[in-house]
């Protein structure tokens, strides 16, 4: 099974060409971001195209009206032909009802538009904890999710040992998977490689090799994966400067690259 990579251009701050050159340089299948804007969008195609770039697309509601919003959104991203719709989904706090009307609106959508959406395990969002997600997907049967638990790892304060249940029945629905080392104590470790965070690591790359392990038995030709470590804000920064304590792009390709070594050794 082919392990495609996407680059994110979450905390990117280069030019949108560069950014393109740069990850088909270093051999990324595609870009996963939110549509561009009107005034960007021919140079987005143009760069898809120059480059023979997948898109992943993201979608993200933020207003009062999440069932109006994400239904908008939904219609932009399908414009641009995506591989896969990556979605912050609903919010926390509604009560199951609510969320079962989301949901059955998504999938309305999704079935409509014949690309596959995956929901993220999100802080803030609806799947924002290992059993709100297990309800959900209980309840629909064809209900998929990208893996990241990072954000499980910050909302339970523990690597989830007391949630295998859900986290099998997770692992089972995973269709993309966010490459980002979360701890206790928050969605983001400061440094992967560093020994301290060793456990953690373990803990995510058993995950996601189970994830693509399961893919891979269910027929799949490919799985998707994008290193998602975020800029300052969730990265670490020092103190009364905010400056990060690790380059970006660095950290991002340290993870990919652990990962796909790992793959390998799986196969």
């Not at 495609?4 to 560069?18: C, H, I, Q, R, V």
């Not at 993201?58 to 109006?68: E, F, I, L, P």
């Not at 032909?81 to 926390?92: A, F």
């Not at 969002?125 to 990072?150: C, G, H, V, Y």
Request: glycine share 6%; hydrophobic share 40%; with cysteine.
């Amino acid at each position: 099974m082919l392990l495609k990579m996407f680059k994110a251009t979450w905390g990117n701050k280069e030019p949108l060409a560069s950014l393109f050159a740069k990850s088909a340089d270093a051999g990324y299948a595609g870009i996963e971001c939110p549509p561009p804007d009107r005034d960007h969008e021919t140079e987005f195609r143009e760069l898809l195209e120059q480059y023979n770039f997948e898109y992943i697309a993201q979608v993200a509601t933020y207003s009062g009206d999440h069932y109006h919003e994400f239904a908008e959104l939904s219609a932009r991203a399908i414009e641009f032909k995506p591989i896969l719709i990556n979605c912050h989904s609903s919010v926390h706090g509604l009560k199951f009802a609510e969320n079962v009307r989301f949901f059955e609106q998504a999938l309305a959508i999704e079935k409509q538009a014949g690309i596959s959406f995956a929901h993220e395990t999100h802080r803030g969002r609806a799947m924002f904890t290992p059993w709100t997600t297990a309800e959900l997907l209980q309840a629909f049967p064809d209900l998929k999710i990208n893996a990241d638990f990072s954000h499980w790892c910050c909302t339970c304060e523990s690597l989830l040992g007391d949630q295998l249940d859900n986290l099998e029945l997770a692992m089972s629905r995973a269709i993309h998977i966010h490459g980002r080392v979360g701890h206790r104590q928050g969605p983001q470790v400061s440094d992967p490689a560093a020994p301290e965070y060793a456990a953690e690591l373990n803990a995510h790359m058993g995950w996601w090799l189970e994830i693509c392990r399961q893919r891979l038995a269910e027929g799949n030709s490919y799985m998707t994966f994008t290193p998602e470590f975020g800029p300052p804000g969730y990265m670490p920064t020092l103190p009364y400067t905010r400056q990060p304590i690790i380059e970006l792009w660095n950290v991002n390709e340290w993870i990919r690259a652990y990962f796909e070594q790992q793959y390998k050794q799986q196969a």
